[in-house]
């Protein structure tokens, strides 16, 4: 063979080459190449001698190469056009991106850039990625979350979604307690269940979970089946397919500590400290979501009791009209319970069904301000008189709109609760949607309350009666989807008003 004219390739000393001669079977077809030499570079990328490699069947020699690969050249050939290709040689470990020259009939030369580190740094580099994204989304979680236990199962969910990752879990160490406890859990339902009755047990046994509590470190298993502590459990701990283990602490407050564990199907996944970095990155991120779901508890906790009291003094002071105008007792109570339904069947979100409930609790309290004569004032009022009793939603708002947000919200409602879709109303003759929805259901909840209730001057007009003027003044009067509301519930619902007012 004449290798004249190609020394410089091979004395190129970063790029591993090989002559092949191409070998043919009895019908002239090409199925192999012979090596039939090979510079420093291609010894020094495959680690072999001379001597292994010259005379040799590029097939037997390097798993990467196949029969399409031969073909390839054998087209390459007939062309004689320069082909490009990139190859994994499983034995060797390489990939490797090749150009194939041919230069007669019968040989080829083959150059091999070794792309292993690149392709080796690229994946580490995609690994990195993919589970930076995955604590994305935890701290996702993190930040929305409203309780812990969601917050576990979340964590262990998303976690579990990693590759090589067959099961997460989060293990509480009650003090005092040998035993752990999982509280979330994530991986596949078959794994999770195998998990938690053959293998957990043993994690207790020896003392793997509350290692890492007690150590407050990170412990890293590169591979479990290596490990001295797991040599007599390898065949439970095979039978989940594990290979590695990383486990963090998470935890810290009084009496109760734990970890969070993430557990491979391939060995040494864990072993880069980039990942462990970012993992427990992800594991400070999540002590301070705890925290933070901790706080959030407490403070909607503190707001209820909040909540609970302004509506307890909001209910006194709706008594104070009560005691001044006894005919009128429960009124408010009644109208709130009914507005409240209203809201709730027209599916209004909770905050504004809870403002109706409190706006409806002192829509009168402006009566306070009108005086007990006319307000207690059996049979029909002067027009004066009238006009008197017409200030009270103003003197209600004048009363409510200084409280704080929101709740002075509710004097804009206590102004607007006799004001009528077609502008018939008082005090400012509002039309339409220019009256806030919260009026609109109070407004029809008052009426339906006052007629079916009994007044000293006059007997209940009972519900049937009041039902039938919201429904005429449907659309004319009243917001026709509260009235639909209003009927649907008494009909319907058998809704009616408590005898108990509390
Ligand atoms: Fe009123």
């Known amino acids: 063979?004449?290798?004249?004219?190609?020394?410089?390739?091979?004395?190129?000393?970063?790029?591993?080459?090989?002559?092949?001669e191409i070998m043919f079977d009895a019908k002239g077809v090409p199925y192999d190449l012979k090596i039939v030499d090979v510079n420093f570079s291609f010894k020094k990328l495959m680690g072999l001698q001379s001597k292994e490699i010259i005379g040799k069947s590029l097939l037997n020699m390097f798993s990467g190469f196949d029969c399409e690969f031969i073909e390839k050249v054998r087209i390459s050939l007939s062309q004689n056009k320069i082909f490009q290709d990139f190859v994994y040689i499983p034995k060797y470990g390489k990939y490797v991106f090749i150009t194939v020259v041919p230069k007669d009939e019968k040989f080829?030369?083959?150059?091999?850039?070794?792309?292993?580190?690149?392709?080796?740094?690229?994946?580490k580099m995609l690994k990195l990625n993919k589970i930076q994204n995955t604590i994305n989304k935890v701290n996702s979680v993190i930040i929305n979350a409203n309780n812990l236990e969601y917050l576990y199962q979340k964590i262990c969910d998303t976690l579990s979604e990693l590759d090589e990752i067959v099961l997460v879990f989060v293990a509480l160490f009650p003090e005092k307690e040998k035993q752990s406890k999982i509280i979330a859990i994530g991986g596949q339902e078959d794994t999770k269940h195998y998990f938690l009755t053959d293998v957990k047990s043993l994690f207790d046994e020896l003392g793997v979970l509350s290692d890492v509590v007690k150590k407050r470190k990170v412990v890293l298993v590169k591979n479990i089946l290596e490990n001295v502590n797991f040599k007599h459990y390898k065949d439970s701990i095979l039978k989940i397919g594990v290979k590695s283990l990383l486990a963090l602490p998470l935890i810290y407050e009084k009496g109760l500590k734990g970890a969070l564990f993430l557990l491979s199907k391939n060995d040494n996944v864990f072993g880069d400290v980039n990942v462990i970095n970012l993992i427990k990155t992800l594991t400070y991120d999540l002590a301070i979501g705890i925290e933070k779901v901790k706080l959030r508890k407490e403070l909607m906790e503190k707001n209820k009791v909040l909540e609970k009291s302004i509506e307890d003094i909001l209910k006194i002071l709706s008594k104070f009209v009560e005691i001044k105008d006894p005919y009128t007792l429960g009124h408010q109570i009644n109208v709130a319970n009914l507005s409240e339904q209203?809201?709730?069947?027209?599916?209004?979100?909770?905050?504004?069904?809870?403002?109706?409930?409190?706006?409806?609790?002192?829509?009168?309290?402006?009566?306070?301000?009108?005086?007990?004569?006319?307000?207690?004032?059996?049979?029909?009022?002067?027009?004066?008189?009238?006009?008197?009793?017409?200030?009270?939603?103003?003197i209600g708002h004048n009363l409510l709109k200084d409280l704080i947000y929101p709740y002075n919200t509710l004097a804009e409602i206590a102004l607007q609760h006799h004001e009528r879709l077609n502008g018939t109303g008082y005090p400012n003759g509002l039309k339409g949607s220019d009256i806030s929805l919260e009026s609109r259901i109070i407004a029809v909840a008052d009426v339906v309350?006052?007629?079916?209730?009994?007044?000293?001057?006059?007997?209940?007009?009972?519900?049937?009666?009041?039902?039938?003027?919201?429904t005429k003044g449907k659309g004319k009067l009243f917001d026709p989807e509260v009235v639909n509301a209003c009927i649907s519930l008494f009909k319907e619902d058998n809704f009616s008003f408590s005898k108990n007012l509390e």
């Open 449 to 470: 309350e006052a007629m079916s209730s009994h007044r000293p001057y006059r007997p209940s007009l009972g519900i049937e009666k009041a039902l039938d003027v919201i």
């Open 1 to 20: 063979m004449n290798l004249k004219g190609n020394e410089a390739f091979f004395s190129f000393p970063a790029m591993g080459y090989f002559f092949g």
């Open 342 to 394: 209203i809201a709730i069947k027209m599916g209004l979100p909770e905050n504004q069904v809870r403002t109706i409930r409190l706006g409806a609790l002192v829509h009168d309290i402006g009566k306070i301000g009108v005086p007990i004569e006319i307000l207690v004032k059996p049979g029909k009022l002067s027009e004066k008189e009238f006009e008197l009793i017409k200030e009270h939603p103003i």
């Open 108 to 123: 080829v030369l083959i150059s091999f850039a070794d792309m292993t580190e690149v392709i080796r740094y690229r994946e």
